[in-house]
């Protein structure tokens, strides 16, 4: 059966969110979002095992240690990782899915996971993002000033990814991952026969 993935990765605080939202509510795209682990508190809004499985470092360290991760990343001094069950509970039922990374995991997922289907979100323009990020963090001038960095860097390796999505709407953007998702499947569907 063919691994009908999707990675969705993109510069920080770029917008992902609307676009993953987006996405998930698609019904011909009838994807799963998996679930990543992370060392990160919860935030009030957030609920355990629908936005993270919220872990401590001990945690974290076995199922490393176990191999129970695709990939994983440190990020803003905290870890996040795809689990190996997550993906495979899916896949093994035939469903579509959805992984969430961050630039850093998408390298890996794609060495395990070949078909998977790769994208990265940028904004138009890396003053707008900056203004983005401004605007979420601006209560907290660290956390703003790594957050801009790391899009820097992120900008950089941008060019590497197959389909670069500018996120000049968010309801554009998705538009433009479903039809090269579904092109990209079809493909896939062929070459199984
Ligand atoms: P946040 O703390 O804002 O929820 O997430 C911070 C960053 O970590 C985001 O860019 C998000 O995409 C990324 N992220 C979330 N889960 C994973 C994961 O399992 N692996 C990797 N590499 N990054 C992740």
């Known amino acids: 059966m063919a691994k009908k993935v999707i990675v969705l990765s993109g510069a920080s605080s770029v917008g992902k969110g609307k676009i993953k939202q987006l996405l998930l509510q698609d019904k011909e795209l009838d994807l799963r979002s998996v679930i990543s682990m992370t060392?990160?508190?919860?935030?009030?809004?957030?609920?355990?095992g629908n936005d993270y499985y919220?872990?401590?470092?001990?945690?974290?360290a076995k199922?490393?240690?176990?191999?129970?991760?695709?990939?994983y990343t440190e990020f803003n001094g905290y870890y996040y990782g795809t689990l190996k069950s997550e993906i495979d509970f899916w896949l093994?039922?035939?469903?579509?899915?959805?992984?969430?990374?961050?630039a850093q995991g998408v390298g890996p997922?794609?060495?395990n996971i070949p078909e998977a289907v790769c994208f990265f979100v940028v904004p138009t323009s890396m003053e707008e993002l900056e203004k983005l990020i401004h605007e979420k963090y601006n209560d907290?001038?660290?956390?703003?000033?790594?957050?801009?960095?790391?899009?820097?860097?992120?900008?950089?390796i941008a060019p590497l990814f197959n389909n670069q999505i500018t996120?000049?709407?968010?309801?554009?953007?998705?538009?433009?991952?479903?039809e090269i998702t579904l092109r990209e499947w079809a493909k896939l569907e062929e070459?199984?026969?």
């Open 191 to 193: 070459d199984e026969k």
């Open 39 to 48: 060392t990160r508190p919860k935030k009030e809004n957030e609920v355990d």
């Open 109 to 111: 997922l794609k060495l």
């Open 167 to 178: 996120n000049d709407s968010p309801e554009r953007a998705y538009e433009e991952i479903k």
């Open 140 to 156: 907290d001038a660290a956390s703003e000033r790594m957050r801009i960095n790391k899009a820097k860097m992120e900008m950089e």
């Open 54 to 60: 919220f872990v401590d470092y001990t945690y974290f």
């Open 63 to 71: 199922a490393v240690k176990d191999k129970a991760l695709y990939e």
């Open 92 to 102: 093994k039922q035939g469903k579509n899915i959805l992984v969430e990374v961050e």
